[in-house]
Structures are given as C-alpha cells and as structure tokens.
C-alpha cells in the first residue's frame, strides 16, 4: 500500500470514529443545556441522559481503540475483548453471544472477531442477535433478525474487491477488516443461508476457491 493510499485509510478510519463518538457526545452536550436551562425540575432526566451517553461513549472509544490500535505486538490492557464487545450493545436492540471458543484465541485473531461484531452489527438494522465463535480457520459471526443484510457497498469493501479510492467512511470499517483478515492470511466469506440469516466466515486464502 503506497504511502498516499495509507493516508487515505487513516483519514477514512478517523472520520468514521469521529462519526460514532458524534452521537453521544452530542447526547452529552444536550443534557448539559437542559440543566442550565430547566435547573432542578429537569436535572433527574438530564443527568439520566448524560451518564448513559457517556456511558455509550466510553464503551465505543474503547471498543474502537482495540479494534484499530491493538497491534499484533501488544498486549491487551484493560478489558478483555469480550466485555468490550459486549458493553457496546448494552441497552440496544441488540445481542451479542461471544462464545468461550472464540475468547481463548490469540488476541490478534481476537481482534479480527470484534472487527466482524461491528460489520455484523450493521446488518440488523431493527435488531436481532449476534453468535460470535471460532471455526475452523478463525472466528467466524452469525446475524439474526428481521433484516440481515449488508448493503452491496459494505459487501464489497469486505471482500476487498473496491478501490480505496471509492471507499467511503460508512464502508471503511468493512474494507479495514478485510484488509486485517489478508494480514492474518485469510479472507472473510460472506453467507445468507436463510431469510433473516447472514454469517460471516474466516476462510484460509490458500484453500478458498
């Protein structure tokens, strides 16, 4: 990758942080004005709305932070990858199983795993549940809902078949963990085996056909 494209990776990747941490930092600033505003009559709700945005926050930072500044040489600090996956889809409408099998794998491949979460996640648009586990080439995601699908973009991105020029920050996520599974010698295969079903899979690049 030229020295140009890199450039371009990284100014996608931090638009597309900067768009998730927006909404709860702005939820913040909200509540803040609606104390100044109201006083004590509405302090109870604002203050309710201002921990549990900063609560959203937090969990995405450090989410993200694992997801796009864990190196392969680093050891993980903090929380293990599990409760930081999980913490993200507290109080939504969605859920996320994150097997035994697939948090006793190294924590590159961890990495990649909740890489999958946050493409998976973006297949449930009304909500559903997602089964993160390990298979047999590396960890592989199950979405389940009412809609499971990925937009013909983010599908794309994925299986690394668009130019960086024409990704997006709404597909760089997708083209990021395409990238990371190559690194890793892999590639992710993408399956809709029924109405409501979509799976992501690690294939071994040598063996895919």
């Not at 371009?8 to 939820?27: D, K, M, T, V, Y």
């Amino acid at each position: 990758m030229t020295e140009g494209a890199q450039l371009r990776l990284a100014e996608l990747l931090a638009a597309r942080l900067c768009h998730e941490l927006a909404g709860p930092l702005a939820a913040i600033g909200n509540g803040v004005e609606l104390i100044v505003e109201e006083g004590a009559e509405a302090a109870a709700d604002a203050v309710g709305l201002v921990a549990d945005s900063a609560r959203r926050a937090s969990a995405r930072l450090q989410l993200y932070r694992f997801v796009y500044g864990f190196g392969q040489s680093s050891a993980i600090a903090g929380a293990p990858p599990h409760v930081l996956a999980g913490s993200l889809f507290e109080g939504t409408r969605i859920g996320l199983d994150y097997a035994e099998s697939a948090r006793v794998q190294p924590a590159s491949w961890q990495k990649l795993a909740c890489n999958l979460v946050l493409v998976a996640a973006e297949a449930l648009g009304r909500g559903g549940r997602l089964a993160l586990s390990a298979g047999p080439a590396g960890p592989e995601i199950e979405a389940s809902g009412q809609i499971a699908a990925l937009s013909t973009e983010t599908a794309s991105a994925l299986a690394l078949s668009t130019p960086l020029e024409a990704v997006s920050s709404r597909t760089v996520h997708a083209y990021f963990t395409g990238l990371l599974a190559r690194s890793l010698g892999c590639r992710i295969a993408l399956d809709a085996p029924a109405p409501g079903r979509l799976r992501l899979v690690v294939e071994a690049i040598a063996s895919a056909s």
